[in-house]
T-cell receptor, first 110, second 112 residues
């Protein structure tokens, strides 16, 4: 079992939809949680960073961490075609070295 | 503030050759990590350097090595290349104490 599991998709939604992306992780020592966005032929870009449980909002993006169920989510409101990318979740513990999920491919069509 | 710079962006090698990739981190960042990204395995951690010392290491063979210089710039080397080494090699820099990584564009290596 991989330490971080993520459905690869693709997830296809119409423009304006609310998108929900999810990951599960196995190591209860993880306390740092991140979401990265990666466009084709580009490096991953840090979108959201949270420490421990709870919610964090940044514009149209909301990250949610539930440590009791080892479940992390990213919500995108009013999705745009420019949001089409691969979204990678990542978690880290005391070593600060993130372990990544394999990424979910999101397609937002006009 | 300049981002993470990786060179070269693309390269083609043949089996048995060796390759050196370079990474310049964000100014002020002391930690540099290297990842290998393939469609089948996703992002796999190679190693991390902090203040010129290898602080963490992933599960890759000894053919993969790296180093960090006093100005925080880093290089990674892959010797005796195999077809399976074809991948996007990503460098990321950070402050070293939060897990927030800032990635470069990557070096895409093709081994023929």
């Amino acid at each position: 079992q991989k330490e971080v599991e993520q459905d690869p998709g693709p997830l296809s939604v119409p423009e304006g939809a609310i998108v929900s992306l999810n990951c599960t992780y196995s190591n209860s020592a993880f306390q740092y949680f991140m979401w990265y966005r990666q466009y084709s032929r580009k490096g991953p870009e840090l979108l959201m960073y949270t420490y421990s449980s709870g919610n964090k909002e940044d514009g149209r993006f909301t990250a949610q961490v539930d440590k009791s169920s080892k479940y992390i989510s990213l919500f995108i409101r009013d999705s745009q075609p420019s949001d089409s990318a691969t979204y990678l979740c990542a978690t880290a513990g005391g070593s600060y070295i993130p372990t990544f999920g394999r990424g979910t491919s999101l397609i937002v069509h006009p | 503030k300049a981002g993470v710079t990786q060179t070269p962006r693309y390269l083609i090698k043949t089996r048995g050759q060796q390759v050196t990739l370079s990474c310049s981190p964000i100014s002020g960042h002391r930690s540099v990590s290297w990842y290998q990204q393939t469609p089948g395995q996703g992002l796999q951690f190679l190693f991390e350097y902090f203040s010129e010392t290898q602080r963490n290491k992933g599960n890759f063979p000894g053919r993969f090595s790296g180093r960090q210089f006093s100005n925080s710039r880093s290089e990674m080397n892959v010797s005796t290349l195999e077809l399976g080494d074809s991948a996007l090699y990503l460098c990321a820099s950070s402050q070293g104490n939060t897990g927030e990584l800032f990635f470069g564009e990557g070096s895409r290596l093709t081994v023929l």
